[in-house]
């Protein structure tokens, strides 16, 4: 037989994968793993798409998606952010924000050029680039620098080479967060390099500590090379919706539909009404479940201080990145030794990069009460090693 395609061959499964396969496996086991919001979907919503049905709204939309979509989009991201889109131009609805990824990645690389993905980053983008053809160019951030990219490191990456900057705040595994007054330096080096960029804001409603979210899509020199990522599944809690858009300037996101339109046709017809109720009635929903995941985000910043345990201050997103570096073990041996003994699964660093070395990823989307038995096994398993 002929062989199958190398660039899937050399490929490497998701680290998160496994330890979700063992737990399956443990029926008192406590997972910290998943990055999914353990709300339901609020009920108008559900509500909305169960009428869709009933009313045999069960055809095609546009490639594009539902106009009324487009529009609520674009009106709902010009009040919060400041950015200005076209909705019949510039907008595509997708299935969810990770097919916005490859659709941007496929329609900017050429073979060998080179795209640069700070990491510690979600495990998609490195498997992404390469099946456009491009060239990962991995960016390692520092922990001493709460996991912010500096201009300086962006600049010592950027090659004649470099076409495409992904950028992904707030932050999946680290829970970093970028001002607008850090990003304007990164916008003026992508306008001096002529670079692309892609902007994964989906963790953008789930910022704390008072100031909002800020878009790079929003500042000078950028609407005209940012392809804005975001989606329905983290703010609303509907991830099995598979709701997800991208924002572009026309003559990119014009290529991306035409690739959508091969592969896909158009996303879900229930979900897209379903996400038209959403954007439209959903703020009280989303601050709800912010205010929520906040008072879970202290919780376990005073469990980690009271173990001793160093970890940054994380203001987005619903993660926690602390270091484990002292146990001497990989981030990996960690987390397995800790799921066998105290049954307490949490995803090593390493997944998300090299840099990742040294530091786990736990998620907050879980109850207090399941995070409080959490860190009382996670203190048993601390304490037993530094009385070894």
Not at 1 to 21: A, C, E, W, Y
Not at 46 to 57: A, H, N, S, V
Not at 166 to 174: A, D, G, R
Request: hydrophobic share 40%; charged share 25%.
């Amino acid at each position: 037989m002929k062989p199958l395609n190398q660039t899937v061959l050399d490929m490497k499964p998701s680290g998160i994968r496994k330890f979700f396969d063992i737990v399956s496996e443990m029926p008192d086991a406590i997972s910290l793993g998943v990055g999914e919001p353990d709300f339901d979907t609020p009920w108008h919503i559900c509500d909305e798409g169960i009428y869709t049905l009933e009313k045999g709204r069960t055809f095609y939309t546009s490639n594009s998606g539902l106009m009324e979509l487009r529009e609520e989009i674009c009106k709902w991201y010009k009040k919060k952010y400041g950015v200005d889109h076209d909705p019949a131009k510039e907008a595509l609805i997708t299935v969810g924000g990770s097919e916005g990824i490859d659709l941007a990645l496929r329609a900017l690389i050429c073979p060998g050029d080179e795209v640069i993905i700070p990491e510690p980053s979600y495990v998609s983008y490195v498997p992404c680039v390469a099946l456009a053809d491009g060239v990962p160019v991995t960016l390692p951030l520092k922990n001493e620098n709460q996991f912010k990219l500096t201009p300086e490191e962006l600049e010592s990456a950027i090659t004649e080479k470099t076409k495409v900057l992904i950028l992904s705040f707030p932050n999946n595994p680290t829970g970093a967060i970028m001002t607008k007054e850090e990003l304007e330096p990164i916008a003026k080096l992508a306008v001096e390099h002529d670079l692309y960029v892609i902007s994964d804001e989906i963790y953008s409603e789930l910022t704390y500590g008072g100031a909002p979210h800020a878009s790079i899509a929003a500042l000078p020199g950028m609407p005209e090379r940012t392809i804005v990522i975001n989606g329905f599944s983290k703010a609303y809690a509907m991830t099995g919706w598979r709701m997800g858009y991208a924002l572009a300037p026309e003559e990119i996101c014009r290529e991306m539909t035409k690739i959508h339109q091969f592969c896909i046709m158009c996303a879900p017809t229930t979900s897209q009404y379903a996400a038209v109720e959403a954007i439209k009635n959903g703020d009280k929903d989303i601050a709800k479940m912010r205010e929520s995941y906040d008072k879970r985000r202290h919780f376990l910043l005073k469990q980690f201080e009271t173990m001793g345990l160093p970890c940054f201050e994380p203001k987005g997103a619903f993660y926690m990145f602390p270091c484990i570096k002292e146990f001497g073990m990989s981030s990996d041996e960690f987390a397995t030794t800790l799921l066998r003994e105290e049954e307490l699964a949490v995803v090593p660093g390493s997944a998300f990069g090299d840099c990742g070395e040294g530091f786990i990823r736990i998620s907050y989307a879980y109850s207090i009460d399941e995070l409080r038995e959490a860190m009382d096994r996670m203190s048993r398993f601390i304490l037993k090693r530094r009385n070894a």
